[in-house]
C-alpha cells in the first residue's frame, strides 16, 4: 500500500477514535510492509487532548520509546465545536466561538507538529499528512460562509507549510500535506451532508495512495483524496 516508504516502516494515527482515523489504522494494519500502526486519541492510553499542550507533550514522551515514525497522520479536526456548527453569515460571528475553532482545528495540530515532529526518522523518506479541507482554501473560496472553520484551516495550512519549510533543512526526504478528505460518512459532517457521502474506508484508501505518490519538494502539498493540488 504504502510502497514509498521503507519496508518495516512505523506508522502513528493521532485521532484514531474518528471515523477516517479509525479507516487509516484499519488500512495501515492490512500492509505487510507496515511493522507497526499506533493509534492515539482522547480515549486511547496515553491520552490526547489538543486543548491542553501538556497533554500534547506528554504523549509524544510516551511514544518516544516506539519512534522513529515513518508516517504520521493527524486525523483530527471538528465541524462543530460545543454544540454549535460553522457560522453561515457575519452576524453569526462570536469571538469566542472563533477562538475555540481555531483553537482545535489549527493551534493543536501545530503543537502536535512540535512535539510529535522530533519522532520522525531521519535519512529516510517520512511523511506527515494532516487532514485539513478544501473550504481552507483562500483562493478557491467561492461560496463564502462557514467563517470560523475556513479561517481554522486556513491558518492550519499556514502553519503546516512553514513547519515544512523547518523540517526540511534537517529531513530533506520529507513529505508535509495537508489532505483534502472528500465528504466522508461520519459523525463530524453528518448534520451537513447527503447520503452520497464516501464511506471512511474509500477516503482512507484514497489519502493513502494520494500520499504514496508525493515527491518531497522543501514544502507542504494540499492535495484532495485524488492527488489533485488544491490551490493553496
Known sequence: ??????????????????????????????DPRCAVVLG??????PGLDLLHEESIKACAQALAPQAPFHLVLDATGALSVNGRGPEKRLDELDAEH??????LNAVGPGLLLKHFA????????????????RVGSIEDNRKGGWYGYRAAKA??????????????????LAVLVALQPGTVQSKLSQPFVGH????????????????????????????????????W
Not at 3 to 26: D, F, K, M
Not at 40 to 45: A, E, G, H, K, N
Not at 199 to 206: C, G, L, V
Open 98 to 103: 472563533l477562538l475555540n475553532a481555531l483553537h
Open 196 to 231: 452520497d457521502a464516501m464511506p471512511p474506508e474509500e477516503s482512507a484508501q484514497r489519502l493513502l495512495a494520494a500520499m504514496d505518490a508525493l515527491q518531497p519538494t522543501g514544502r507542504a502539498q494540499f492535495v484532495d483524496h485524488a492527488g489533485e493540488a488544491i490551490s
Open 40 to 45: 492515539v486519541s482522547r480515549q486511547s492510553l
Open 118 to 133: 522530533p519522532l520522525l526518522a531521519s535519512g529516510e523518506r517520512v511523511i506527515w499528512g494532516k487532514l485539513s479541507a
Open 155 to 172: 491558518a492550519l495550512n499556514m502553519l503546516l507549510q512553514t513547519a515544512a519549510i523547518e523540517i526540511a533543512r534537517r529531513r530533506p
Open 1 to 30: 500500500m504504502m510502497n514509498s516508504l521503507p519496508e518495516g516502516y512505523r506508522a502513528l494515527v493521532i485521532g484514531a477514535s474518528g471515523a477516517i482515523g479509525q479507516a487509516l489504522v484499519r488500512q495501515l494494519q492490512s
